[in-house]
Nanobody
Framework: QVQLVESGGGLVQPGGSLRLSCAAS????????MGWYRQAPGKQRELVAT???????NYSDSVKGRFTISRDNAKNTVYLQMNSLKPEDTAVYLC???????????WGKGTLVTVSS
């Protein structure tokens, strides 16, 4: 059974930082391009940051220079370091796993990040 479990969300003041984690199980982690998406209330799900099949990283323009995605294949975990947070970063952040070869992709249930004073 595949599970992606996000953690690290919470309430933070503008300008603050959070580090999200996504622990994966049930997949061969190193063969998946992992990524983070977010969905704010009333808005569509959008890409935040993701590793690509070419081992490069894509960031949304809105988070470039503030957010950093990383992964630890030994721990089957992908991280999202979020700095200089803004109120518009408020959303549910979801982990995504896309196979580098053929196969199914998976989503976590998300972790809520609220940026407010």
């Amino acid at each position: 059974q595949v599970q992606l479990v996000e953690s690290g969300g919470g309430l933070v003041q503008p300008g603050g930082s959070l580090r999200l984690s996504c622990a994966a199980s049930g997949i061969m982690f190193s063969t998946y391009a992992m990524g983070w998406y977010r969905q704010a209330p009333g808005k569509q799900r959008e890409l935040v940051a993701t590793f690509t099949s070419r081992a490069t990283i894509n960031y949304s323009d809105s988070v470039k220079g503030r957010f950093t995605i990383s992964r630890d294949n030994a721990k089957n975990t992908v991280y999202l370091q979020m700095n200089s947070l803004k109120p518009e970063d408020t959303a549910v952040y979801l982990c995504n796993a896309v196979p580098l070869l053929a196969g199914s992709y998976y989503w976590g249930k998300g972790t809520l990040v609220t940026v407010s004073s």
